[in-house]
């Protein structure tokens, strides 16, 4: 787990363990956790059906992508390793997920899907999202998450409740505005903005929109000498060293992958979901990706440079993680298509892994800086 560095993290992890304990109790009074990894699932589709649905990116570390490792292939993303790694383990949040939702995006997780349902007491429901940017997909997407609707009320007995979707997603939007806010405030030091948006990953958002506030309050001052954009893969909790790297040179961050920026709402508190019918919720969580894997991807290219023109970031830094075509193969159209200078970074969680590329992104901001 990682170690807080200031107020605000020492609360946002007193936070963090309020969820667990909170999640805990919701699981032995009969209720079921579901896990999930890609920002493309609609929580509140899984809220809806009463599920308490968590997304799991932790335990980012040498010894979880060793264990996940021996799971499968070597030439699989770091992320997936660690996230086999933390289920075979059953170590922190990974223990207390019933049910994992197997949104396949890629090869690699439609393999990490499929060495998960052989293991023992494991289970997963399988899911695809269309990469394919059209209509006809984003039907397809409605079906399936109906169909899961159905699968869930035949095997657990769980009926979906618009009413209840409909809760759980405009707090999760409200929640997610403060942290948009708080983000273009560009005040917010990289680190500690990371620790709010993890919390906002695991948190219940019933009351997540007040606890971010009193958290914000405990904020130190930051200001920063110039910005730098983040883009590519998500980043789990522990992976911190480019963030470290940045706020060491008074930089600040605008998190544009999917687990910054993206969680938060698009359109602002205007566009909160009115129905809570499935169709709506699947067809919002389609539309709001802003991922490479997107064919076709303009849009996501868009995104990026419009949030980099808006935010006036100095430059961006596209962190991959190994293996992961879905981003590395778009480096040479970040390069040539942003407005500002790009650093392209291909990492893993391994050994030596951030001592290794810190020079790079020393001199990188170091040409900025100028
Ligand atoms: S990078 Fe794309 S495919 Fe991967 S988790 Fe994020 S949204 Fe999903």
């Given at each position: 787990?990682?170690?807080?560095?200031?107020?605000?993290?020492?609360?946002?992890?007193?936070?963090?363990?309020?969820?667990?304990?909170?999640?805990?109790?919701?699981?032995?009074?009969?209720?079921?956790?579901?896990?999930?990894?890609?920002?493309?699932?609609?929580?509140?589709?899984?809220?809806?059906?009463?599920?308490?649905?968590?997304?799991?990116?932790?335990?980012?570390?040498v010894?979880?992508?060793?264990?996940?490792?021996?799971?499968?292939?070597?030439?699989?993303?770091?992320?997936?390793?660690?996230?086999?790694?933390?289920?075979?383990?059953?170590?922190?949040?990974?223990?207390?997920?019933?049910?994992?939702?197997?949104?396949?995006?890629?090869?690699?997780?439609?393999?990490?899907?499929?060495?998960?349902?052989?293991?023992?007491?494991?289970?997963?429901?399988?899911?695809?999202?269309?990469?394919?940017?059209?209509?006809?997909?984003?039907?397809?997407?409605?079906?399936?998450?109906?169909?899961?609707?159905?699968?869930?009320?035949?095997?657990?007995?769980?009926?979906?409740?618009?009413?209840?979707?409909?809760?759980?997603?405009?707090?999760?939007?409200?929640?997610?505005?403060?942290?948009?806010?708080?983000?273009?405030?560009?005040?917010?030091?990289?680190?500690?903005?990371?620790?709010?948006?993890?919390?906002?990953?695991?948190?219940?958002?019933?009351?997540?929109?007040?606890?971010?506030?009193?958290?914000?309050?405990?904020?130190?001052?930051?200001?920063?000498?110039?910005?730098?954009?983040?883009?590519?893969?998500?980043?789990?909790?522990?992976d911190t060293w480019v963030?470290q790297a940045?706020?060491s040179?008074?930089?600040?961050?605008?998190?544009?992958?999917?687990?910054?920026?993206?969680?938060?709402?698009?359109?602002?508190?205007?566009?909160?979901?009115?129905?809570?019918?499935?169709?709506?919720?699947?067809?919002?969580?389609?539309?709001?990706?802003?991922?490479?894997?997107?064919?076709?991807?303009?849009?996501?290219?868009?995104?990026?440079?419009?949030?980099?023109?808006?935010?006036?970031?100095?430059?961006?830094?596209?962190?991959?993680?190994?293996?992961?075509?879905?981003?590395?193969?778009?480096?040479?159209?970040?390069?040539?298509?942003?407005?500002?200078?790009?650093?392209?970074l291909?990492t893993s969680y391994g050994e030596g892994e951030a001592e290794r590329q810190r020079n790079r992104v020393d001199a990188?901001?170091?040409?900025?800086?100028?």
């Amino acid at each position: 787990m990682l170690q807080p560095e200031s107020s605000l993290q020492e609360e946002c992890l007193r936070s963090m363990e309020g969820e667990l304990n909170s999640i805990k109790r919701f699981r032995s009074s009969g209720g079921k956790t579901l896990g999930y990894l890609c920002r493309g699932f609609p929580p509140s589709i899984a809220a809806g059906l009463g599920f308490r649905p968590v997304r799991v990116l932790q335990d980012a570390s040498v010894e979880s992508e060793n264990q996940g490792g021996k799971l499968v292939r070597q030439d699989i993303c770091p992320l997936i390793k660690v996230f086999l790694g933390g289920i075979d383990s059953g170590r922190n949040l990974f223990g207390l997920i019933d049910v994992w939702m197997g949104l396949a995006t890629c090869d690699q997780t439609r393999r990490c899907f499929y060495a998960l349902a052989d293991m023992d007491n494991v289970t997963v429901h399988h899911l695809q999202l269309p990469a394919t940017r059209s209509q006809s997909a984003a039907e397809y997407f409605s079906d399936q998450l109906r169909q899961f609707c159905c699968d869930s009320r035949d095997l657990y007995g769980f009926e979906y409740s618009a009413e209840r979707a409909l809760d759980y997603s405009i707090n999760l939007w409200k929640a997610g505005n403060i942290l948009r806010k708080a983000t273009l405030t560009r005040q917010m030091s990289p680190i500690d903005l990371h620790w709010l948006f993890h919390l906002f990953l695991i948190g219940d958002p019933d009351g997540l929109a007040e606890t971010l506030l009193s958290l914000l309050e405990k904020a130190e001052p930051f200001t920063p000498e110039y910005m730098i954009a983040i883009a590519g893969g998500p980043l789990a909790l522990e992976d911190t060293w480019v963030l470290q790297a940045v706020q060491s040179k008074n930089a600040g961050v605008i998190p544009l992958h999917c687990a910054g920026l993206q969680l938060a709402p698009f359109g602002g508190l205007n566009e909160t979901p009115v129905t809570g019918t499935i169709e709506e919720l699947a067809g919002r969580a389609f539309r709001d990706i802003r991922c490479a894997r997107s064919r076709p991807n303009a849009e996501m290219f868009q995104y990026i440079n419009d949030s980099i023109s808006d935010t006036s970031c100095d430059g961006l830094i596209l962190k991959t993680l190994k293996f992961c075509d879905l981003w590395f193969t778009e480096r040479e159209r970040f390069r040539s298509s942003m407005n500002v200078p790009v650093l392209v970074l291909d990492t893993s969680y391994g050994e030596g892994e951030a001592e290794r590329q810190r020079n790079r992104v020393d001199a990188f901001l170091e040409t900025l800086a100028l």
